[in-house]
Nanobody
Framework: VQLQASGGGWVQVGASLRLSCTAS??????TGWFRQPPGKEREYVAA????????NYADSVKGRFIISRDNVKNTVYLDLNNLKPEDTAVYYC??????????????????WGQGTQVTVSS
């Protein structure tokens, strides 16, 4: 399984971005997004189950970020809205064949993408 993350960029405060994570090699994966701010540890952002019927968010992004998926395209999206400087990070998508016992546990995901940089400037 390979994951390809894309869509990052440099934006100003309040702007929006859409990140994409496209999987190859397997379909219907539970997928999560994590991020690593500069100088900090990786943190959980959001996750979605294989069908799209279950989503989960970190409190820090709830109400601003939306995770969704298109299973025809085998792609998971993360819409980042009302971006803040503290959202600046490398964003990684991760996936697993099973639903993680805890969405926020990075070690529950077997497959990881390469990361895409999001920079929010004030």
């Amino acid at each position: 399984v390979q994951l390809q993350a894309s869509g990052g960029g440099w934006v100003q405060v309040g702007a929006s971005l859409r990140l994409s994570c496209t999987a190859s090699g397997r379909r219907s994966l539970s997928t999560g997004w994590f991020r690593q701010p500069p100088g900090k540890e990786r943190e959980y952002v959001a996750a979605i189950n294989w069908s799209g019927g279950v989503t989960n968010y970190a409190d820090s992004v709830k109400g601003r970020f939306i995770i969704s998926r298109d299973n025809v395209k085998n792609t998971v999206y993360l819409d980042l809205n009302n971006l803040k400087p503290e959202d600046t990070a490398v964003y990684y998508c991760a996936a697993d064949q099973s639903r993680p016992l805890r969405w926020s546990a990075a070690d529950m995901y077997a497959y990881w993408g390469q990361g895409t940089q999001v920079t929010v400037s004030s």
